[in-house]
């Protein structure tokens, strides 16, 4: 990686997952070796959680591990989390070329990037990129599991579904784009609670209903916006994990919710 570019540092590792690239890549490979076998159609989209290592990460695996059939042919990732340290108007990239992980760096798709910044919605800061947690979580699974990829980076704060909708569909491309969305589902309520309200989300994520709230999900704005394009182009979705961290590494008091989602195009699903 050039050493002149601009570059998002890690600001987790050691906190969300482990600092030390060997111990990261070995424990990414232990939740993937006991996921579900991938289906022999990759995702065209994901909807993945973002909490810890520790307490999602197997739930991440996955929806990771549906992307074996792809590992080549995706060289580009157009990846949505919520904004939770910074209040940002619309979607924000960053000004950075590269974010890295222990695992190395990953370019910023530079065309996808001038693209999107051209509607009205899209922005590019670094101060909203810089803490949070939503996104950078995500980068060394990706990592992991494609060869070559570029990353479009967004952190999704006041907007609605259609702007949201709107970049996607700008930059959906073909099968060389992945979709990915970051969210966790409820917090912080007691376990049973937790998991009614968890099983009603993902009914009414399955059900592509873009209806979505923050207190269902906090990444609820990102899924809304994926459900009325994939609705609208006729993808399938599979739900791939539903648990919280009551069943991992928290206590049952307060839990936050955790869910991956596949989304398949038509055409693709039928081959």
């Not at 520790?54 to 995706?74: E, K």
């Not at 979505?212 to 979705?237: D, F, M, V, W, Y």
Request: charged share 15%; glycine share 6%.
């Amino acid at each position: 990686m050039n050493p002149s570019l601009h570059i998002r540092p890690p600001a987790v590792a050691g906190m969300f997952y482990p600092a030390d690239a060997d111990e990261l890549a070995l424990e990414i490979r232990s939740y993937v070796a006991v996921a579900p076998a991938a289906q022999a159609t990759a995702p065209k989209a994901l909807i993945v959680p973002h909490a810890g290592y520790i307490y999602s990460g197997a739930v991440a695996a996955s929806a990771y591990a549906q992307l074996a059939p792809a590992r080549t042919t995706i060289r580009r990732v157009v990846l949505l989390g919520p904004a939770h340290r910074v209040p940002i108007r619309g979607l924000a990239l960053p000004a950075a070329e590269a974010f890295a992980t222990p695992l190395g760096s990953v370019r910023i798709d530079s065309e996808g990037a001038r693209a999107a910044l051209k509607l009205p919605q899209v922005s590019a800061s670094d101060v909203a990129h810089n803490l949070e947690h939503s996104l950078e979580v995500q980068v060394p699974f990706l990592q992991a599991l494609l060869d070559d990829f570029t990353l479009l980076p967004f952190a999704v704060g006041a907007a609605a579904p259609v702007q949201v909708a709107e970049v996607l569909d700008l930059l959906w491309g073909g099968p060389e784009t992945l979709i990915l969305i970051s969210s966790d589902l409820s917090h912080f309520h007691a376990y049973q609670q937790a998991q009614a309200l968890d099983r009603a989300t993902a009914e009414s994520i399955l059900a592509f209903e873009p209806a979505l709230r923050h207190e269902q999900a906090c990444g609820a704005t990102p899924i809304n916006g994926l459900l009325l394009s994939a609705k609208r182009r006729g993808l399938a979705i599979e739900q791939l994990g539903l648990c919280n961290s009551g069943d991992t590494a928290g206590d049952r008091n307060r839990v936050v919710g955790y869910a991956a989602f596949a989304l398949t195009e038509p055409d693709r699903a039928a081959n």
